[in-house]
C-alpha cells in the first residue's frame, strides 16, 4: 500500500492531479481544498495517500494533512458514499463544518456536497454522530495541524483557477481571501476570479 507520494506535481487538474515520482507518473484523486494546496506545476510535494484496490482498478486518492484522510475514510465506511462523494464532501466542508453538521444534525449543510441527497445525508448522520466528536475538527479530538488551504469551496476553486493561469497560490491567496471577505455570503466562483485577476493584473 501506498502511504505518500514525494515527487514532482506536473499537472492539476479539476478533481486530480499528476505526480512524477522518479520518472512515473501517478493520477491522484483529491478534493479541491488539497489541490488548491499544492504548489504550481513543476514543484515538489508531498501528498498523504489512501489507496483503493479494485477488481479491475488501483486507485490513489491525496491529502494535504492526515486529518482529510481521516475524514476520507470515515466517510467511505458509510452505505453509499464512495470516494467520489467522500471527496465531494470534503471539498465543500471544512473537517470543523463536518463536525458541527453532525453535532447538531444539520441534514442540510451535508446537502451542500455534490451527490448528497436527502437520504444520504440522513445515512451518514445516523452513522456516523456518535463519532464525529472523536474527529479532526472538534473540541475533543485529536490535535491536527490547521491546513493552510481555504475553508470554503469557492475560496478553494478559485485558488486552483488562478494557479492553472498562473499565479502563485502565495501572492493569490491573500487577494482571494480579502475579497470572499468583502462580497460576504454574496459571493460566488465568477465574481470572486473576475474581482481577484483584476487585481493581481495591477
Known sequence: MIAFLCGLVIQVDLGSCVVDVNGVGYLVAA???????LPNPPEK??????????EDAILLYGFSESAER????????????????ALGILSALSAGELVAALTTADKATLMRAPGVGGR?????LTELRDK???????????????MATPV???????????AGLGFRRMEAAPVV???????????TLDTVLRDSLKDLAR
Open 31 to 37: 478534493s479541491t481544498r488539497t489541490l488548491a494546496a
Open 45 to 54: 510535494a508531498r501528498i498523504l495517500i489512501e489507496t483503493v484496490v479494485r
Open 70 to 85: 481521516e475524514w476520507f475514510r470515515l466517510l467511505t465506511g458509510v452505505q453509499g458514499v464512495g470516494a467520489k462523494v
Open 120 to 124: 444520504l445525508a440522513e445515512r451518514i
Open 132 to 146: 464525529a466528536g472523536k474527529m479532526p475538527g472538534s473540541k475533543g479530538g485529536f490535535s491536527v495541524p490547521v
Open 152 to 162: 470554503g469551496s469557492i475560496e478553494a476553486d478559485a485558488l486552483m483557477a488562478l
Open 177 to 187: 481571501r480579502r475579497i470572499m471577505e468583502a462580497s460576504g455570503p454574496d459571493a
